[in-house]
């Protein structure tokens, strides 16, 4: 079975240039994350979907992030006008409906950002 | 809102002797929690979850779980070089999946 996928693995940007992420979930996982990761800190969660709808975007900054997921499949993550303090790993993660023990996020290898 | 620290920042082991890793949280309501490893520019691998006090072992992998001292830890047995990596502590929210995260431990192995 085929797992989370991200693209690209890595961008460089220059200060007020734009950026999208893009990510496959594992097929037939109705919920996807997306995870903020700066360097030497933990993952921070930034928006999650049920299928299209977004269920969490309060920690998403609105002004310049946006995030989509139209079909309820893959998503796109986008940066408007990025800053340096942007620079992180953007993990993405997908998980079957339910809270059970064993529907855990599984996660993708990222996409790491620098902004220069 | 739950907070998740964990120490220490980095530890250095040589191969074969025992890496302990700790981690506290602030809601003791949670009753599932996570260790993670994260080798650089890589994702996150699962390595335990453990659901209720006491011990809970994969393998080299051994989680304790004290949710009255809001304590769990995480024990490597006869770590090796590939080991080397981040582990990251998450601790899941009551009733959904939004996983809190530790900032790391930074673990070196020598061989």
């Known amino acids: 079975e085929a797992g989370v996928t991200q693209s690209p693995r890595y961008a460089v940007l220059q200060e007020g240039q734009a950026v999208s992420f893009w990510c496959d979930p594992i097929?037939?996982?109705?919920?996807l994350y997306w995870y903020q990761q700066p360097r030497d800190q933990g993952p921070q969660l930034l928006v999650y979907?049920?299928?299209?709808?977004?269920?969490?975007n309060s920690q998403l900054p609105s002004d310049r992030f946006s995030a989509v997921r139209p079909k309820g499949t893959n998503s796109t993550l986008k940066i408007q006008s990025a800053k340096q303090g942007d620079t992180a790993t953007y993990l993405c993660a997908s998980s079957p409906s339910g809270t059970g023990h064993n529907q855990a996020p599984l996660f993708g290898e990222g996409t790491r950002l620098s902004v220069l | 809102q739950q907070k998740v620290q964990q120490s220490p920042e980095s530890l250095t082991v040589s191969e074969g002797a025992m890496a302990s890793l700790n981690c506290t949280f602030s809601d003791g309501t949670s009753n599932n929690f996570r260790w993670y490893r994260q080798h650089s520019a890589k994702g996150l691998e699962v390595l335990v979850s453990?659901?209720?006090?006491g011990e809970k072992e994969e393998g080299r992998f051994t989680a304790h779980l004290n949710r009255a001292n809001l304590h769990v830890s995480l024990h490597i047995r006869e770590p090796q070089p590939s080991d080397s990596a981040v582990y990251l502590c998450?601790?899941?929210?009551?009733?959904?999946?939004?996983?809190?995260f530790g900032s790391g431990t930074q673990l070196t192995v020598m061989p």
């Open positions: 453990i659901f209720s006090d």
């Open positions: 979907f049920r299928d299209e709808a977004v269920i969490d």
């Open positions: 097929s037939g996982h109705d919920t």
């Open positions: 998450a601790v899941i929210s009551s009733g959904s999946w939004q996983l809190i």
